[in-house]
């Protein structure tokens, strides 16, 4: 009776680490390889950088950004489709299948249709990065703005500026923002806040900076009144 038991019990743990084995997905088992990361060490690096970004942490496949087959072996299989994906004048489309306000308000903007004419305007992966996602820092967008837009090419060069005061509004906003989510009683005021957040973000990935000078005004005065009263409903 025990050896019986014994032999059903080795069977489910062997099926359990078969099934295991067989889901693996074959491009992270490959691209985090020490054998790769000495043949091919920037798409080593690559892999590292994406198991410690958002997409990684939240538990995304390299498939899902890339596309391709994660469950062959066969590298040429693997690989189908990959480049297509890829490719510059698709990233939009590709983070647009997650981020879909995101795309949708960067398709109004005046990058998006200089992209899709000639395809040298900034898109996802210049402001946000492929894989460290630290667009929250404002130096970084400074930098990223003046590339195009500086004196000696008389492109616009006060968007740097612009850029810099309204990202800088929009991280404080947020800091406003999760304060009031935690402690505000008043889930109501919560919800028009996330409403003006969405409407702030579309905004900015439009580079209307214009309406978002008016809404980042309007939602900080919200924010500041709205904690005021969170701080004193935490006294009482």
């Avoid at 906003?173 to 402690?183: A, M, N, P, Q, R």
Wanted: with cysteine.
């Amino acid at each position: 009776m025990m050896r019986t038991q014994f032999l059903r019990t080795s069977l489910i743990v062997i099926a359990i680490f078969g099934a295991v084995a067989a889901s693996a997905d074959q491009c992270v088992e490959c691209h985090k390889s020490p054998l790769f990361r000495v043949q091919h060490k920037t798409l080593f690096d690559y892999y590292v950088a994406f198991e410690q970004s958002v997409h990684g942490v939240a538990g995304l496949s390299c498939s899902d950004c890339h596309g391709g087959d994660t469950k062959t072996e066969d590298p040429a299989l693997a690989h189908i489709g990959v480049v297509e994906n890829v490719r510059y004048d698709k990233v939009p489309a590709t983070c647009g299948e997650c981020h879909v306000e995101e795309h949708d308000s960067f398709v109004g903007s005046k990058h998006y249709q200089i992209m899709s004419d000639n395809g040298t305007a900034p898109n996802c992966v210049t402001c946000h990065g492929a894989m460290e996602m630290d667009f929250i820092f404002v130096s970084k967008v400074r930098g990223t703005c003046t590339f195009c837009h500086n004196v000696g090419s008389g492109n616009a060069p006060e968007v740097p500026d612009h850029a810099e005061y309204i990202l800088s509004q929009i991280n404080i906003i947020k800091g406003y923002k999760h304060y009031v989510e935690t402690y505000s009683k008043d889930r109501e005021l919560v919800a028009a806040i996330d409403e003006s957040y969405d409407r702030l973000s579309s905004y900015w990935h439009r580079f209307d900076f214009e309406e978002v000078a008016v809404e980042s005004t309007n939602l900080l005065g919200v924010l500041r009144e709205a904690k005021a009263q969170a701080m004193r409903d935490r006294r009482k």
